[in-house]
Structure formats: structure tokens, C-alpha cells
RNA sequence: GCCCCAGUAGCUCAGUGGACAGAGCGACCGCCUCCUAAGCGGUAGGCCGCAGGUUCGACUCCUGCCUGGGGCACCA
């Protein structure tokens, strides 16, 4: 029976541990496993890894690093894993494993439900907080950052075990409301009683807001009316918020994003809470009064004077701002909620933002010592002229028409090569370029937006591994079912591109364990690309139902059916779908 | 002014202190009587923003500078 623990299939941990015990006896130094350096060799080299720990240790110890190295060699037991270790260069020690061992490790990932990942991972009750739209404007590019990145992480923390829990903290509350209401009255409902277009709409209050002196008055009695809970205010304030959130779910429907009125957790939600807060921060001795309003002056902020930076929890007219709300949202998270850890979703510009609102938080007691929050900052993006592109100036693309563009060029690509219109192919093959442009790249970064580089399907995109996969799909249905048994057939790994596609394989753990713990999605995009680079070299190469010999025939089918797997899970961790024929 | 982030091939981007810095797009040259050519193989293309420093070894760490983006009190 093979081990149920997966990490134990973990090549570069496996040795990282033995190269650490040898270095013991070697040396008498108890160290740690990431200290024995242990990384990725070089095909160049002949090595699948290499342990550079001989280098750094000889200088601690002031003595010769190839000869160090040779003595770590000789304490060294690799037997049943790898050839005995190579010594190169400066002190590189250089491992080539052994063909059975990747195939034992094969076997037993391949029939893992979390193919090799989430072998030692301790489950947590994680809230991820993200997308977060504004009621009554269009969702534009600037969310789809946001929403796509936070249904990744969700969607990876879920697989290795996490309890995730998802807020979209929508904007549904502010000074805006007052006059967006004043020109519901007005213009009034169309028969229907939906918005076909709401940022005509917003632009349409605003305009009317700073022409007409008489709306604008009446929209702020309509504000403070709003705020006082006034029937008729609320009920007019409740029918825009329902009806933003048909847009919103229209926006999430295409996306495939698992967004529910159930994960709303507005600002609006947190308004009863808000007094609380500020009492509380109070009765903590955090709150100072400055120019009127209530602050407080977390450790280590300067603004611009070099003064300690405020932030603001209660303004001078009494309301309530963003930073309020944002630590009733922290109690409620960690409180009610049981989170033990907090993941923002938010643009890299409200950094400083975030870490004073965790600074505060920390303070007054609501994060306690073992909750951790993070912002997972991501990049703006900017338009040609490399600024920022804003909803406010309402030129930004809309969502909905990014997403539809991306699915009527998918569809064209389809019939021009197939002939034949598969609607739900399109949507597969659209979405999933627009999502994987976004996350196969690093988040923090900037990028400027185009329509073209989000909407292809060449190169590397969603469309090669969604590619990959399906041709992998094809040779299994081929095969027939059955044909992949899970019997205890050993691999056979004869050919250099079998041999390559086993690693790969083998590297799916460590890649969605690497974004737990990063955070950052890129890493498993760029994972399942050299997975799906090893197939297509694979598949170029060695025949697989064409092969004649069943021996060469069962584990090269395995090999695909291993692959698909691989890339049918990894994508869907990335919220893309892998259509079974493109 | 202070703080944060980023500068890598013509373009878009990867890159865990290690060996000759890698992909994709674009350019050029090849490969479909054979499981999907949305593919595969190859060629050309690099003062890794600049200058110092640390190190046996720096795209990676430190300092300064340049360029771009962002933040720095009652919008969120």
C-alpha cells in the first residue's frame, strides 16, 4: 500500500531531508530543511535538482566547499530515490532520480483526490474579502482584478482544506445615494423596473446634481432622510441595491464566479455596528479628537508634516467613513464569523489604507495574537496613456462588454476552424483568456489594459492548456473506458519526454502548495504551462494508441490520463473550465 | 517633501543568493497520407534602469540616484 501521505512523494523535500541529515553527520549542524538549498537543476547538467548548500556552509565553517560537498556525499543515502549525487562546479551537488521511484510517486499521486498537494496543510476558517462593485455603476476592468483573483484563492484554499468564507464588501452606502434616488423619482423606473444601463444613469444624477441647485438640495435632504431610515428613501435605496445586483450577477454568471447574494456583505450591513466601534476604541484609549473629528494615530504613520497620519473613525459632521466600516467589518469577521485568518482583495493603492486599519485593529484587541490579515495587493490597471484607468471618468470598458467581446472571438475562432457554432464552447474558451491574462501574471505589478492581449488565443494562454488538455481527453475516450487501470503496472519512463512529463506532474503539489502560501495564482499558471509544454513535446513524440506494444501503450496512457488530471484540476483552482473538445 | 510598488529581448511577461538569464507575441526557417497544426522543432534578438556595496557567487540582498505609477484627514 503506498503512503497516503503525499508530501511524501515530494521529490525535492524527500532529498532536501536527506541532504539536511548527511550535512548533520557531516558536520554536526542541526539544519533546517530549507537550508540544504535544495532547488531545480539544470537539464543542462543532467539534474532534476541540486542541493547548493556546500558553497554557503564551507564559509561558515572555513573550509573547502567541493571537498565539504564530497564528504556530505559520502554520509548521504539516496538509495531507492536517486542515482548517488554528482559533485559540480564550485560545490553543487546534483541529483538525478530514479526512474521507479518517479513512477512509485506517479501511482500514488495520480490516485490523490489533491494529486500530490495539501499533504501537511493545517485547515483554517479564512475570509476572503473580494470583488467588491459599487452599487448603481457598471463593473469595469478595475473589479475584474479583484473578483477573479479572489475566486482563485478561494477556490485553492478550499481545495488543501481551508474553510473559506467570501465577503463582497459592495459599496451600498454614501453621500451618492441622495441623488441617485433624486433621479430615480424623476426619471422614474423604465416599464420594466430595470437600469439597462447604469453608469448612463450615475452620469445622468450627476449631471443633474451639479447643474440644477434645487436636485442638489434636495438630494441631500435625501441623504440625511436615507440615514434617518425614512420608509420611503430606504425602499427606493433597497430597489437600486437589488437592482445593481442583477447586473452583478449577470457579470458573475458569465465569469463563473461563485458570487452569491449569500457572500454580500455590504457597508451598509455594518451602519448599527459603526457607534460600537468608535465606543470601543474609546474606551481602549486609542481615540483622539482633532479638528472636529474623532482619529486615531496608529504606531509608525507620518503624513505629509512628518505628523502622525490619522485615521479618521468618526468625521467632523458625525457620519461615519470607509475606516469605520472596515473595522466593524474585521469585528464581525473575527468575531461572528470565527475567521482565523483575513485575505483583502483590494487594489494595491489602498495599502497604506488596509495596514492602518490592521494597526488599529491589532490594537484595540479585534485581531488577536494568531489572526492573521492580509492584503493581496494587486496592480492598477491603466489605459494607453499609462494612467489609471477610473470609473469616475467614465470612459473605462464595462465589464459586460469585455466579457461578451471575448466570447464572440472565441466563437469566431471556433467555426472558423471547426464550422460548426458551439455557444457554450465560446463562453469556455472567451472567459477563461480574459481570467488567465489576469492571473498569469504577477499580481502587484501595474499592466496597461488591452483588449488585445486579453483576448488571446495563442502562445501562452488558457486556450494551450485548455488545448492540452483536450487532446489528452481525446486519447482517453479513444482508449476507451477501462483502459487506465489502476493496477500496480509500473510506469515505464524509457523516453526523454516521458521521463520530463512524469516530473512535471509530479511538481502539482508543490505548486498549489506554493500558492497558499504566496498567494500569488501566477505561480500555478505558469505550473500547468509546463505541464502542458511536457504533454505537447510528449504527444509529438511518443505515439500513445499508436504504440503497438501494450507496454509502451498502458503507461503512456496513464501519462495522459495523469495530465488531464492535472490540468483538468488546475485550471478549475484558476476558475477555468477544460472542455473535454475544443 | 516623506512613504509604498514597479523597471528583465522590439512588445507582453516569468525567474527560490547559484552553473551559459527563460517563455509567449512579433520576425525568419522547417514539420500535417499518422491519437486535434489553437500544435511541434529551430534561428535571430539581452550593459536584467544607472552607480556603488555585501558575497566564493547578485536579475535576486543593502545604499544612493533616474524613470513611471500610487499613497499621504473627514470620497470609498
Sequence with gaps: MASTHSGSWDAAATLAARVVRAARAATGLDLAPEEALLRRGSARHGADFQANLAMSLARRLGRDPRELAAQIVRELDVRGLAAPAQIAGPGFINFRLDDAWIAGALAATSSDPHLGAAADHAPRRVVVDYSAPNIAKEMHVGHLRSTIIGDALARVLRFVGDDVIAQNHVGDWGTQFGMLIEELDDSGWSADGAISDLDAFYRRARAHFEADPAFASRARERVVALQAGDPATRAAWRQLVAESHRHFAVVYGLLDVALTPADMAGESSYNDQLPGVVEALASAGLLQPDRGALCVFPEGFRNRDGAPMALIVRKSDGGYGYATTDLAAIRHRVGALGAQRLLYVVGAAQRQHLHMVFATARAAGWLAEGVEAEHVAFGSVLGEDGKVLRSRAGESVKLVDLLHEAITRAGDAIVARSGVADEALARTVGIGAVKYADLSSDRVSDYVFSFERMLALDGNTSVYLQYAHARAAKVLRLAGDGAVAADDADHLLREQHERALGLALLGFGPAVDHVVSTLQPHRLCTYLYEVATAFSAFYESCPI???????????????????????????????IGAPERL
Excluded at 546 to 554: F, S
Aim: charged fraction near 25%; hydrophobic fraction near 40%.
Design 545 to 575: 494508441l499508436t504504440a503497438g506494444e501494450p507496454r509502451l501503450r498502458a503507461p503512456r496512457l496513464r501519462l495522459t490520463s495523469h495530465t488531464a488530471a492535472v490540468l483538468r484540476t488546475g485550471l478549475d483552482l484558476l476558475g
